[in-house]
């Protein structure tokens, strides 16, 4: 059996025991393909694994970069209260259409909200909104610009917040420090600006699965 076959395996047996998918998730992902959007949503037990974190967090405001159909939007908004919020920003805009559409099936479309535009024009927007700082960032965009996002991400959040950042293993290649990759580059100076920052405490997590070989990062911010 080959590495990746064994990895799909063994995500298939966590994934059917602790994050079983219902008819919501299953929808999204049919939409998200019909729409023929790319198959780079998180996969079920990092939904879950979201999921978790904004629960552990107590999340009542959760921001993400990068929205996609909204597959992981669907996982950390079913964290939230009924009163919380979690704020998406996606580039695409038909992505945008099709996670609108998702989130309502889901019946979350009072919780969760897609705003379209490049991030790094829709976050000053969103500051200059003054809005309650938020429990959890996930940030799952253009990795080229990562580090841009952890910056914003620290101008939104609060003492205990969580940042945490997808596919920052790509492969191996985040090992590459010659690479002129735009990925790469964003994501090593995601990576030295967690490790650097006085107000942040993170580490990262190498993950094999049915996505392959990546990993994530996640950070604590401090006082
Ligand atoms: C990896 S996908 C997000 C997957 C989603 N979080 C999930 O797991 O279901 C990345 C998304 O970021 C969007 N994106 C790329 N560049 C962006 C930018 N500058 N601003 C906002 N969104 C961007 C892409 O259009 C794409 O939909």
Known sequence: MSDSQLWD???????D????????????????EAAGLPHIAV??????????????QGAR???????LGGYSTIWMARALPEDGRLISLEYNARHAEVATRNIARAGLDRIAEVRV???????????????APFDLVFIDADKANNAHYV?????????GSLIVLD???????????????????????????????PRLSGT?????????????????VLD
């Open 43 to 56: 996969t079920a037990a990092q939904g879950k694994f979201l999921q978790l974190l904004a629960e552990v």
């Open 17 to 32: 025991h602790l994050a079983p998918d219902d008819e919501a998730l299953r929808a999204a992902l049919r939409e998200n």
């Open 117 to 131: 535009g490049p991030a790094l024009e829709s976050l000053p927007k969103l500051a200059d909104e003054n809005p």
């Open 151 to 159: 910056e914003w991400a620290l101008r939104l959040t609060r003492t």
């Open 167 to 197: 596919n920052v293993v790509r492969g191996g290649r985040v090992l590459d420090a010659g690479s002129t990759e735009p990925d790469i580059v964003g994501t090593r100076a995601a990576i030295e600006l967690i490790a650097s920052h």
């Open 9 to 15: 395996d063994v995500d298939a047996y966590f994934t």
């Open 204 to 220: 990262a997590i190498q993950t094999v699965g049915s996505k392959g070989y990546d990993g994530f990062a996640v950070a604590r």
């Open 61 to 67: 405001h959760i921001l993400e970069i990068g929205t």
